[in-house]
């Protein structure tokens, strides 16, 4: 059971980091702060006042940059990278002690699992974006930010259930993966060829 508790923290927090790398870490500092649940000790790396606040000043940041078609894609493309290594690291964090070679395995893990949900998520913004009326980014925008919170209380109060979502969640993300990606090409190729067509 205590191995399913871990992975299930592993995933739930790794999936949401790929979501929204800020929100996850705040849930995790303010929870350990303000002892929502009962956490493992290592979770107090995330019980810092400098980390909190960086970390709600930055989710702040992100939730208008997220609103804001195109600027979401460029934030998103920043954070390729960012969003990965906050999934490794948060997935090390909740593992607590372990051999190099299992912290090593347990960061590839979160990292994979953290950028399947953040190319997920951008490769969606970016088909969304093409739509000339804002209200659908904004409505799967404020869906994202539920799904985090969500998934975050989740993995805090039941992290066997969320390594239950999380897993089928990445069963889906694999499944549409192929047509998300065909859709992209197709749309962006079709507008350059528009654009070369164009006198």
């Not at 950028?115 to 739509?131: E, P, Q």
Request: neutral net charge; without cysteine.
């Amino acid at each position: 059971m205590d191995i399913l508790t871990t992975l299930g923290r592993t995933l739930g927090f790794s999936f949401a980091a790929g979501l929204n790398l800020y929100a996850t870490v705040a849930i995790l500092g303010l929870a350990s702060r303000y002892h929502w649940v009962t956490l493992p000790p290592q979770f107090q790396a995330f019980d810092n006042s400098w980390v909190i606040g960086v970390a709600v000043v930055m989710y702040l940041v992100e939730f208008l940059a997220d609103k804001i078609p195109w600027v979401d894609s460029l934030w998103d493309a920043v954070h390729t990278v960012i969003r990965p290594i906050g999934g490794a690291v948060i997935a090390v964090v909740a593992l607590g002690h372990a051999s190099p070679t299992v912290e090593t395995l347990v960061a590839l893990l979160g990292g994979a699992v953290a950028a399947s949900s953040h190319l997920t998520k951008a490769g969606t913004r970016a088909f969304v974006n093409t739509s000339p009326e804002p209200f659908s980014n904004w409505i799967l925008s404020f869906l994202e930010d539920v799904l985090v919170v969500a998934l975050g209380w989740v993995t805090l109060q039941h992290p066997i259930i969320a390594l239950v979502i999380a897993t089928v969640l990445l069963i889906l993300i694999a499944f549409f993966a192929r047509f998300l990606i065909s859709s992209i090409r197709r749309l962006f190729g079709g507008q350059r060829t528009a654009a070369a067509g164009s006198p």
